[in-house]
């Protein structure tokens, strides 16, 4: 028997530490699990004290040491019937189940782990039916696809191939490492243009309040017929008779209705059928376009390394790599890539024909082929790329809030001059007389 000094989180995430006796370190992890507590560090006692060591996962007396809490996509999903599952739950599940596996647990020793540590009731009924599905004889793959409005096709992919490649501990630590850049994209967005978000709704209803009942009263009051006055102001009534008539006629609000349905209409649309055409609109929009078009590629790249490294084909790799992007437009480009390499070219001259990805992503495949080292420079690129991504993202988040106050301003200064034209030309009138 070894003796082993541990570092440990109990059911409710304490921290919890000691030492255990056992046969090997995968038994100790084992009888640490049955005991409700998740193991974060581990060494042999007399080798390395937990925290001092070097990180990693080994067999034998080597500090077995991750994190257990990630940082948190992702956007927010639809649940079970006992409330939502966040992009923050899958995310925080995926990096626990990586450092469970790693720590060399099997399967369902880590489901159940996992599904003892929730404690929302969504995520808990989440992990509850997994577990009952993967002990019935379904694959991790199969039992999450039931669940496809919580886990994305992108997180289905990478789990089966995972499964197929005996490299499930690889892919879940690729899959934490993108949804939780995903999360920190989404998040510094959020952050930034909250506050212009707001002040732009506060703006337009009180613009919505001035231009229906306070402007027409001011108008009003002054002895000029409505077809005289300047072309703004008359704009700017006729926008308030409009919107005051949606609010009072009853037909008013079967324009509403009709409105509220054409968005619904085209938000379904985007989403289905002109994807496609909306990914590409987005990719030509200045700024925005570069900050995608940046972190598509470090996900291509971080992907494809991570693959690639596993043993997993080429094209097999690029069949998942292309639900990574996040950008329907480009994923085509991926399946036009894949066509060519299957019919005998290599990854370069595809990539670099299709026009849509840069020369240093280019050079780096065509090098990595040369060599037989695509992956290990593929993941050195990948962080380059991270770094131009997050580059790009601070900029547009510079510009983003600026242009939101900017449109704001335009639209109140628009106001201003509606409203003193009218009043100017009258003065202006009787001065000539």
């Not at 399967?107 to 009924?125: E, I, N, V």
């Not at 992907?303 to 997993?312: F, H, N, S």
């Amino acid at each position: 028997m070894t003796e082993f000094a541990y570092k440990a989180m109990d059911r409710h995430g304490a921290g919890v530490s000691g030492t255990i006796e056992a046969v090997d370190r995968k038994s100790a992890v084992a009888v640490l699990a049955e005991k409700g507590r998740f193991v974060t560090e581990m060494a042999q006692k007399g080798l390395h004290a937990p925290g001092s060591g070097p990180v990693g996962v080994e067999s034998k007396g080597r500090l077995a040491r991750a994190s257990v809490v990630g940082p948190i996509k992702a956007p927010t999903f639809m649940g079970l019937r006992s409330g939502r599952v966040t992009g923050k739950d899958v995310v925080a599940m995926t990096t626990q189940l990586s450092t469970a596996l790693r720590a060399g647990l099997p399967m369902m020793a880590c489901l159940q782990l996992l599904r003892d540590q929730r404690k929302k009731p969504a995520t808990r009924a989440l992990m509850d039916d997994l577990v009952k599905s993967v002990s019935s004889g379904m694959s991790l793959s199969e039992a999450m696809a039931r669940h496809d409005r919580i886990f994305s096709p992108l997180y289905l992919s990478m789990i089966r191939v995972g499964e197929t490649g005996g490299m499930l501990e690889q892919t879940s630590t690729q899959l934490s490492q993108i949804l939780s850049r995903d999360e920190k994209v989404k998040t510094s967005i959020k952050n930034a243009s909250a506050y212009p978000i707001l002040v732009l709704c506060l703006g337009l209803v009180s613009v919505t309040v001035i231009v229906t009942w306070i402007l027409p009263t001011v108008m009003s009051t002054m002895d000029v017929d409505r077809a005289a006055m300047p072309l703004p102001t008359r704009i700017l009534l006729g926008a308030g008779d409009f919107v005051k008539g949606m609010i009072t006629q009853p037909q008013g609000w079967i324009v509403v209705a009709a409105i509220v349905a054409a968005i619904v209409y085209g938000i379904r649309w985007l989403h289905t059928e002109g994807r496609v055409h909306w990914d590409a609109f987005k990719l030509r929009i200045p700024i925005l376009g570069s900050v995608l078009r940046t972190i598509a590629v470090g996900r291509f790249s971080r992907t494809l390394g991570a693959l690639t490294k596993g043993g997993v084909t080429i094209l097999e790799a690029l069949a998942v790599v292309r639900d990574t992007l996040g950008n329907e437009f480009l994923a085509l480009q991926i399946d036009e890539v894949a066509e060519q390499v299957k019919r005998g070219a290599s990854l370069a001259k595809p990539l670099e024909k299709s026009g849509y990805f840069p020369p240093l992503l280019v050079q780096i495949v065509a090098v990595g082929e040369q060599t037989g080292k695509l992956d290990e420079l593929l993941l050195h690129a990948a962080e380059t790329f991270d770094t131009e991504s997050d580059a790009a993202i601070t900029r547009f988040m510079s510009v983003f809030p600026a242009i939101l106050i900017l449109l704001l301003a335009v639209v109140i200064g628009f106001i201003i001059v509606a409203t003193l034209l009218p009043m100017v030309v009258t003065q202006l009138g009787a001065v000539g007389r």
